[in-house]
């Protein structure tokens, strides 16, 4: 089932999620949703908070070097932690909470991450890249931020000027 996407400055894009515990038929039922829901509205990247689910859960899913989109390289990621974090790399992002807004964010380039996969078997896995920035982003909405918090002063009072013309305007 396709969710709606909660949207900026919605106040539950602040909280922070909480942990699984039961790796059962129920949660197996929200990652499929938050799957036709990311590809639905074109995104690469979906945390359960951004359908209104204080849960840690993330998906990412980007495409491959023919630039499709293919759901082998699906990464569903359950309780994640990053347990290492290297380097400095740039990027312009974009989030589906933040939608028609990207700008480029400073994060690690390199991090080491644990999660669980959605049978409850542990992994750990080191990320370059894309995909490096992508977990940095989604499990930064686990903790109730978004990568608007990360720009200059100057940046975000330009982006919350623009922002609230776009909502008085009904867009
Ligand atoms: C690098 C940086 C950030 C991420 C997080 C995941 N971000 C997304 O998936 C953003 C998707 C997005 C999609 C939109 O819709 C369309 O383009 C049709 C969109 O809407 C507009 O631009 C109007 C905004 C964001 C991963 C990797
Ligand atoms: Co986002």
């Known amino acids: 089932m396709i969710r709606d996407i909660v949207i900026y400055p919605d106040k539950r894009l602040r909280k922070v999620s909480k942990d699984i515990t039961e790796f059962d038929e129920k949660l197996h039922t929200l990652l499929n949703d938050m799957y036709e829901t990311m590809i639905a509205k074109e995104g690469i990247g979906l945390a359960a908070i951004q359908i209104g689910i204080e849960k840690n859960i993330l998906l990412i899913n980007l495409a491959d070097e023919d630039g499709k ?29 933040v939608p028609g807004y990207y700008e480029d964010v400073q994060r690690a380039q390199n991090i080491t991450v644990e999660y669980f996969d959605r049978y409850g078997t542990k992994i ?32 975000r009072k330009k982006f919350e000027k623009e922002w609230k013309k776009r909502l008085k305007a009904g867009k």
């Not at 490096?132 to 100057?154: N, P, R, T, V, W």
Request: negative net charge.
């Open 124 to 155: 750990v896995r080191n990320l370059e890249g894309l995909l490096a920035i992508a977990m940095q982003h989604e499990i930064d909405h686990l903790k109730g931020h978004l990568f608007i918090e990360k720009l200059s002063y100057l940046k």
């Open 69 to 97: 989109q293919e759901k082998e390289d699906l990464l569903e990621a359950i309780n994640p932690k990053i347990t290492h974090l290297e380097g400095n790399e740039t990027y312009q992002e974009g989030c589906l909470s």
